[in-house]
């Protein structure tokens, strides 16, 4: 098999059925799925990203011409800009078996209204709907990216709320013993969430309240005088809007001295971008630190 069919047999599409949603707070919603695909699902890792096809408005449930793996790509971007579903990455959040036998998938989106397909969707979930997702059938695969090396003697995270999923699962399964600094952003007070973390981990939540491109700046603006713990081999994992998370890691290298090849960092979104310039972007070349199978 050729490194592409091995990427490809890697992923592979599943029907999600929304199950439940909950809401954590003023900005995130969660949608739990589930469906009888689930039982193949591999989630390998704490910020396992996976694709969601979302329909448009005025349909209830997602379509797609073609889900073969080597065909499907060329049949969606095909299809009438009116019925073709929008496709969004996002993490998994938590992938579970119930005690009933159930296996659920929660996902946490950030809501803001009809500005976007995926707000504009989870805002109107409801049991019984049902989407497509490219997900990992295997659960080692290159769509998880925190991977800190044995060796680690602490942790270093940044996160802004498309991240926080991410973050949080995370947190909840680093070990008790070793020192952890996190910041995380949201976007308002009440967006900060309980979270289970070990009892020594400093998290610092970073109010933003309406904060424009300068964003960066008041993200900057905590991180620079913070005190870190002493490691002579710390691991960072950031995440989030792409302006922000390379100012953060060169912060962290030139300024921090932090080893680059211990700095994981990942622009989730880019300001003043759609996703859909993202992934042609990233098809056409012009993104080659993001590989297109990066995002499924």
Excluded: C
């Amino acid at each position: 098999m050729t490194e592409d069919g091995a990427a490809a047999a890697h992923f592979r599409f599943f029907a999600l059925e929304v199950l439940r949603t909950r809401r954590l707070g003023r900005s995130f919603l969660r949608v739990t799925f589930g469906g009888d695909a689930l039982a193949g699902f591999r989630s390998g890792g704490h910020d396992q990203s996976l694709s969601l096809f979302l329909p448009p408005p005025h349909r209830e449930h997602t379509e797609l011409p073609s889900t073969d793996e080597q065909t499907w790509f060329a049949a969606w971007r095909g299809m009438p800009d009116e019925e073709r579903p929008a496709m969004r990455s996002y993490t998994v959040r938590e992938q579970r078996r119930t005690a009933e036998g159930v296996d659920e998938l929660d996902i946490d989106f950030v809501l803001h209204g009809d500005s976007s397909p995926a707000s504009h969707w989870a805002g109107r979930a409801v049991t019984g709907r049902r989407i497509l997702a490219i997900g990992p059938a295997v659960a080692e695969n290159k769509s998880v990216r925190f991977r800190p090396p044995a060796g680690t003697d602490a942790f270093w995270i940044y996160a802004d709320e498309t991240a926080l999923p991410a973050a949080a699962a995370i947190l909840q399964t680093l070990p008790a013993d070793l020192p952890v600094t996190a910041f995380l952003e949201v976007p308002h007070a009440d967006d900060r969430l309980d979270l289970t973390a070990p009892a020594e981990a400093r998290i610092t939540w970073i109010v933003r309240e309406g904060a424009g491109p300068e964003r960066t700046e008041q993200v900057l603006g905590m991180v620079r005088p913070a005190a870190f713990p002493e490691a002579k081999a710390p691991y960072a994992w950031i995440a989030g809007e792409s302006g922000t998370v390379r100012a953060v890691r060169r912060h962290l290298v030139q300024e921090r001295s932090l080893d680059r090849r211990a700095v994981r960092f990942t622009g989730y979104w880019r300001l003043g971008a759609s996703e859909e310039q993202l992934l042609a972007e990233a098809y056409a070349g012009q993104a080659p630190s993001e590989e297109p199978e990066a995002a499924l």
